[in-house]
């Protein structure tokens, strides 16, 4: 179900090696972008410009840019990269590839996009987001961002004391219903044939949740569009205004399958990322992954810092590429292994 925002102005790709390609301009490949432009690296960011949080109204829980709506906190990240040189074209990655590195082992990637245009990297930062995927409830699917939400956290404040139903995935979604009773008093929760222990319905009942085992068939479309309930299968309608319900969280990965980056299953079905070590190193030497791609649970906060710090990463190991390629060269025209480089200007002097 991707949304995707308006379409924004691109630029155009370049035709030299860059020190960067972002794929992927949410939250994290932004901030990555950012960090990379100001240390003045070139860096493109390549993006197909439909983040998660599209059909949502506002980006909340962000302390200074609270209720930002989506699309207007992106084009200002893209202003942002911008004004430091950063580069941001709009389109989707079909194929990233490592190729021939350089003559001195500094890795190199090939970025085709799906009109065939390509560019060549020294590193990448994969910041793709994830797709929610939604149970299968005829309905569902059409309220998704609005009337269906999965995060008291990102929605929760807007939909208090409506009357929420949790339609269960699992286990954990006793959990997730309690977050939401927090924020409303009349919570229904649908077992939709998941096992839910005595213990839990004594809790729910304590807390005054009620719980309908009866099989669920569809979401009822109220005449104003939203949500006017769930239908059983026994025909009954409960009615509801806000569904609540866990998605399986699935890194976007189209398209780069040919770095071979590592992907791990997450436990309790809760989906699937790309594994990452500290700062969003990859197994991969020279590339990086931030935000929703490798942390599933990542709001747009922790999403922009975790770019930003990969991107911090990209740049410092390109320092050190650099750095090693400066001396290797020093080298080859001392002729003599002497570390100072012949081309280092002189030292300048104080005026007295
Ligand atoms: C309905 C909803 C509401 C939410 N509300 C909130 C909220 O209020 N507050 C909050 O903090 N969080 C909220 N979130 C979570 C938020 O969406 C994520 O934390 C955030 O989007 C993660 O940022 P990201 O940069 O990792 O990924 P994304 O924002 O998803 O960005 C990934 C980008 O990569 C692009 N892309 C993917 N594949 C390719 C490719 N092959 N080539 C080129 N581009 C590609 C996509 O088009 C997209 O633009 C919400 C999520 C949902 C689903």
Redesign the pocket.
């Known amino acids: 179900m991707?949304v995707?925002t308006a379409a924004y102005a691109t630029d155009a790709l370049p035709d030299e090696t860059v020190d960067a390609v972002v794929?992927?301009?949410?939250?994290?490949?932004?901030n990555g972008a950012l960090m990379l432009a100001r240390s003045r690296r070139s860096v493109v960011v390549?993006?197909?410009?439909?983040?998660?949080?599209a059909?949502?109204d506002?980006?909340?829980?962000?302390l200074g840019l609270e209720g930002t709506p989506?699309a207007e906190l992106?084009e200002r990240g893209r202003e942002e990269v911008r004004r430091y040189g950063g580069l941001v074209v709009a389109?989707?990655?079909?194929s990233a590839v490592p190729a021939a590195p350089s003559a001195g082992g500094d890795p190199r990637f090939t970025v085709t996009l799906t009109d065939g245009r390509a560019l060549t990297a020294r590193r990448l930062l994969v910041?793709?987001?994830?797709r929610?995927v939604l149970p299968d409830v005829p309905g569902l699917a059409e309220h998704?961002?609005h009337g269906v939400?999965?995060?008291p956290?990102?929605?929760g404040w807007e939909v208090r004391d409506e009357p929420i139903g949790v339609l269960a995935v699992g286990p954990a979604s006793a959990h997730h219903a309690l977050l939401f009773r927090q924020l409303t008093d009349d919570l229904v929760y649908f077992t939709r044939g998941t096992e839910l222990d005595e213990d839990t319905r004594a809790r729910f009942a304590a807390r005054g949740v009620r719980v309908v085992d009866a099989p669920v068939e569809e979401v009822v479309k109220a005449e104003d569009g939203g949500i006017a309930g769930v239908r059983l299968a026994d025909g009954q309608v409960v009615a509801r205004r806000v569904l609540a319900v866990a998605t399986t969280l699935q890194a976007?990965a189209?398209?780069?399958e040919g770095l071979g980056l590592p992907m791990e299953d997450l436990p309790g079905g809760m989906g699937r990322r790309f594994v990452s070590g500290t700062a969003g190193v990859t197994e991969v030497p020279g590339v990086w992954v931030?935000?929703?791609?490798t942390d599933l649970t990542?709001?747009?906060?922790?999403?922009a810092a975790a770019?930003a710090l990969a991107g911090a990463h990209v740049n410092a190991d390109l320092v050190t590429a650099d750095t090693d390629a400066a001396l290797a060269a020093a080298r080859r025209g001392a002729g003599r292994g002497g570390v100072r480089s012949p081309s280092a200007p002189p030292l300048p002097e104080v005026a007295r």
């Not at 931030?290 to 791609?293: K, L, T």
């Open positions: 991707p995707t794929i992927g301009g949410g939250a994290a490949g932004l390549i993006d197909s410009g439909a983040p998660r949080n059909p949502a506002g980006v909340h829980g962000l989506p992106l389109g989707e990655v079909t910041a793709t987001g994830l929610d998704w961002g939400v999965h995060c956290y990102c929605h976007r189209e398209g780069l931030a935000g929703n791609a990542a709001q747009v906060g922790a999403s770019g």
